[in-house]
């Protein structure tokens, strides 16, 4: 079985500031790694993916993401955060080659303050 | 073009009531995935459509969730004799395809809220 931990529930920081949102996972086989992120009162959106190759992956509205397989990690980045960021942030796993159901962590809250 | 739909966004029911929510994917989907969301809480699985079938129905908790989609694109699930505990966050996802690829992305619905009082 798959499990995705993120090790923050919730993460303030100021406007301009650097963050890193923390995900590990737990699988025996491989997986797929993703970031999602919510905004109030809207559906998840898709902001990075990992499927193969370099293990440093740009997504949209500036993040990046590094997958670690020693540590089995898939931190978010960002250097310089702005007040639209402030959202919940959801890491997920697939199994490679198995049916496209994602398993999602318990979700980061990030708060941006002026 | 048109995102994932889903209806109602609000329902509001009684302990014991049925209810039904529904689903329409994005046009030329043909994977179909629920979640449910409790507070505080990453979405959950609950089931995969591939077309018409349901390829996956692992995640439903138990034999009162129910869902369909008869015609491959738009799928209701439904709750019998519902219960305080089913109160959460329902989410559709629709994907160009299922399985074998991690390039199909899946794009979520805004989510129905469901209540039971």
């Known amino acids: 079985a798959q499990s995705v931990t993120q090790l923050d529930s919730q993460v303030p920081v100021f406007e301009e500031a650097p963050v890193e949102l923390r995900c590990n996972y737990s699988s025996s086989v491989s997986v797929y790694l993703f970031w999602y992120v919510q905004y109030p009162n809207q559906g998840l959106q898709l902001l990075l993916k990992?499927?193969?190759?370099?293990?440093l992956v740009k997504g949209i509205n500036g993040f990046e993401a590094e997958f670690n397989k020693s540590q089995t990690s898939f931190h978010l980045r960002k250097p310089s955060v702005h007040i639209s960021d402030t959202a919940e942030y959801f890491c997920?796993?697939?199994?490679?080659?198995?049916?496209?159901?994602?398993?999602f962590g318990a979700g980061t809250r990030l708060a941006v303050h002026p | 073009g048109a995102g994932v739909s889903q209806t109602p966004s609000n329902k509001v029911t009684e302990k014991g009531k049925y209810v039904e929510l529904r689903c329409d994917p994005i046009?030329?989907?043909?994977?179909l995935y629920w979640y449910r969301q409790s507070l505080g809480q990453g979405p959950e699985f609950l089931i995969y459509?591939?077309?018409?079938?349901?390829?996956?129905d692992s995640g439903l908790p138990n034999d009162r969730f129910f869902a369909v989609r008869p015609e491959g694109s738009v799928s209701t699930l439904k709750i019998q004799r519902t219960e305080r505990g089913d109160s959460a966050v329902y989410l559709c996802a629709s994907s160009l395809g299922g399985r074998t690829s991690g390039s199909y992305e899946q794009y979520f619905g805004p989510g129905t809220r469901l209540t039971v009082t």
């Open positions: 459509f591939q077309g018409t079938g349901a390829a996956d």
């Open positions: 997920a796993v697939r199994v490679k080659g198995g049916y496209n159901k994602l398993i």
């Open positions: 990992y499927l193969s190759g370099s293990t």
């Open positions: 046009s030329g989907h043909t994977a």
